[in-house]
């Protein structure tokens, strides 16, 4: 049985996706009503490599890159086919977020995170300073605690998949799917020995040491206890993090995990769509997605139009560029809540995005959550402002008064930060999220 280590690291993360070149030209084909894949396959010697089930949405693969293009304009004057595009890949990086913060906060957080006092959060033991953070008493949801902790809703979220042994999730977590290698949704799959054994037993010296406090590292560095990036994937991390901020706003929530990045942060379009329908798919209320493109894809919409149609409130990251944007993909749809990260005091962050992408912000910075291997971890990015909001959303939506879920409700409730924040009035959305307020106007 794994220890229970509860270290405090920071961790500055950033999601971002690029384009990568691809031995084969593999597209995305999305069949009209009752057309057949197999005559496309026939005309342009491809061949089919998956199917979404339920759908007519087809992986397919040309064995001749160099075709691709003439292929794919082909297909898309095909009569049968409603829509053709290439499946890019998409590497998610893990760099550092440039974090500035006032002398007195930084003490008030290493005065929070000193030690490694323990508390009972339903039923489980986890580390104090991540169920009684600061961040929670910014969106007020400590003082709904009474009215609702999520219990009978269900949240998923596509990421790199989630420690599913961490104490603080294990009781909430469902298995989840797999959509990189078929097995398990565990971030902790396809790890060497070495990198388990790190988990297990580096932490152990620098749990002595005020170690949290480290901003523009890598979790690799911090678990390396070097800047040798070489031995943890910089990626790692991210899923069990997401899950956590989940958790921690709203408790007894069931979480899904689908693990649609690998171990290294790579994944692909069809696996984003995948992951979309996958959550249709588990029933799920609410679905977040901290991760942003500048690549529009009129098939990942799609999926996002029919999960919202199925009653899925969506939650997406606008991205850590520190710039205004209005082509940042998912949370650029209009089905989809872009969330943008402010800091402990409603300003907004030097990092995070925004503009026309925002509907409305949560703390990004300082928020603490789960990391690998039972651990905890300090992070900043809008990756984790977008779970907060997902969070927010699914007690709104729990027993007793359950209904369909939505992000409305929690946007129209949302406490104006304009007078933080001059200059940007009309680019952060609604404002920060406030809890109390939306359970006040539900009431």
Same mark, same amino acid.
């Given at each position: 049985?794994?220890?229970?280590?509860?270290?405090v690291?920071?961790?500055?993360?950033?999601?971002?996706?690029?384009?990568?070149?691809t031995?084969?030209?593999?597209?995305?084909?999305?069949?009209?009503?009752?057309?057949?894949?197999?005559?496309?396959?026939?005309?342009?010697g491809?061949?089919?490599?998956?199917?979404?089930?339920n759908?007519?949405?087809?992986?397919?693969?040309?064995?001749?890159?160099d075709?691709?293009?003439?292929?794919?304009?082909?297909i898309?004057?095909?009569?049968?086919?409603?829509?053709?595009?290439?499946?890019?890949?998409?590497?998610?990086t893990?760099t550092?977020?440039?974090?500035?913060?006032?002398?007195?906060?930084?003490?008030?957080?290493?005065?929070?995170?000193?030690?490694?006092a323990?508390?009972?959060?339903?039923?489980?033991?986890?580390?104090?300073?991540?169920a009684?953070?600061?961040?929670?008493?910014?969106?007020?949801?400590?003082?709904?605690?009474?009215?609702s902790?999520?219990?009978?809703?269900r949240?998923?979220?596509?990421?790199?998949?989630?420690?599913?042994?961490?104490?603080?999730?294990?009781?909430?977590?469902?298995?989840?799917?797999?959509?990189?290698?078929?097995?398990?949704?565990?971030?902790?799959?396809?790890?060497g020995?070495?990198?388990s054994d790190?988990?297990?037993?580096?932490?152990?010296?620098?749990?002595?040491?005020?170690?949290?406090?480290?901003?523009?590292s890598?979790? *690799?560095?911090?678990?390396? $206890?070097?800047?040798?990036?070489? @031995?943890? =994937?910089? #990626? /790692?991390?991210?899923? !069990?993090?997401?899950?956590?901020?989940?958790?921690?706003?709203?408790?007894?929530?069931?979480?899904?995990?689908?693990?649609?990045?690998?171990?290294?942060?790579?994944?692909?379009?069809?696996?984003?769509i995948?992951?979309?329908?996958?959550?249709?798919?588990?029933?799920?209320d609410?679905?977040?997605?901290?991760?942003?493109?500048?690549?529009?894809?009129?098939?990942?919409?799609?999926?996002?139009?029919?999960?919202?149609a199925?009653?899925?409130?969506?939650?997406?990251?606008?991205?850590?560029?520190g710039?205004?944007?209005?082509?940042?993909?998912?949370?650029?749809?209009?089905?989809v809540l872009?969330v943008?990260?402010?800091?402990?005091?409603d300003?907004?962050? *030097?990092?995070?995005?925004? $503009?026309?992408?925002?509907?409305? @912000?949560a =703390?990004? #910075? /300082?928020?603490?959550s !789960?990391?690998?291997?039972g651990?905890?971890?300090?992070?900043?990015?809008?990756?984790?402002?977008?779970?907060?909001?997902?969070?927010?959303?699914?007690?709104?939506?729990?027993e007793?008064?359950?209904?369909?879920?939505?992000?409305?409700?929690?946007?129209t409730?949302?406490?104006?930060?304009?007078?933080?924040?001059p200059?940007?009035?009309?680019k952060?959305?609604?404002?920060?999220i406030?809890?109390?307020?939306?359970?006040?106007v539900?009431?």
């Open positions: 049985m794994r220890r229970f280590l509860a270290s690291c920071g961790i500055a993360m950033l999601l971002a996706v690029s384009r990568a070149e031995e084969y030209s593999d597209m995305i084909v999305t069949m009209r009503p009752g057309q057949s894949i197999r005559s496309i396959n026939e005309e342009n491809t061949q089919t490599l998956r199917q979404i089930p759908t007519s949405i087809y992986l397919i693969r040309l064995n001749e890159k075709e691709g293009d003439r292929v794919l304009r082909k898309r004057r095909n009569a049968e086919v409603e829509s053709a595009e290439n499946n890019s890949v998409i590497a998610l893990s550092d977020v440039p974090v500035s913060a006032s002398a007195d906060l930084g003490h008030a957080m290493a005065d929070l995170l000193e030690g490694r323990l508390t009972t959060f339903y039923g489980v033991s986890v580390l104090q300073a991540y009684e953070q600061p961040a929670l008493d910014v969106i007020r949801v400590r003082e709904v605690r009474s009215l902790t999520g219990a009978g809703t949240v998923a979220f596509i990421d790199t998949g989630v420690d599913l042994l961490h104490p603080a999730l294990q009781p909430w977590l469902e298995p989840g799917l797999d959509l990189v290698n078929g097995s398990s949704a565990s971030e902790l799959d396809g790890l020995h070495g990198m790190l988990l297990d037993h580096s932490m152990t010296d620098l749990l002595d040491d005020r170690f949290f406090f480290i901003l523009n890598s979790l *690799s560095s911090l678990l390396n $206890g070097s800047s040798d990036n070489s @031995t943890i =994937p910089p #990626a /790692f991390g991210h899923g !069990t993090m997401v899950a956590g901020l989940i958790h921690v706003v709203a408790p007894q929530a069931t979480i899904i995990p689908i693990k649609a990045f690998d171990v290294y942060g790579q994944t692909t379009l069809f696996r984003l995948e992951g979309v329908y996958a959550a249709i798919e588990s029933n799920a609410v679905l977040n997605m901290s991760f942003s493109t500048t690549m529009n894809s009129n098939t990942l919409q799609r999926s996002l139009d029919k999960a919202q199925a009653g899925i409130a969506l939650v997406a990251a606008v991205g850590n560029d710039q205004d944007v209005r082509d940042r993909y998912p949370a650029a749809y209009a089905t872009g943008a990260a402010t800091d402990l005091d300003r907004l962050t *030097s990092f995070s995005n925004y $503009g026309r992408n925002v509907s409305v @912000t =703390p990004g #910075a /300082f928020v603490v !789960t990391a690998p291997g651990k905890y971890a300090i992070a900043w990015g809008t990756s984790f402002s977008a779970p907060i909001v997902a969070g927010g959303i699914a007690i709104l939506s729990s007793p008064n359950r209904g369909q879920a939505n992000g409305s409700l929690i946007v409730t949302a406490d104006s930060i304009d007078a933080m924040n200059g940007l009035e009309t952060l959305g609604k404002g920060r406030n809890l109390r307020q939306a359970f006040r539900k009431e």
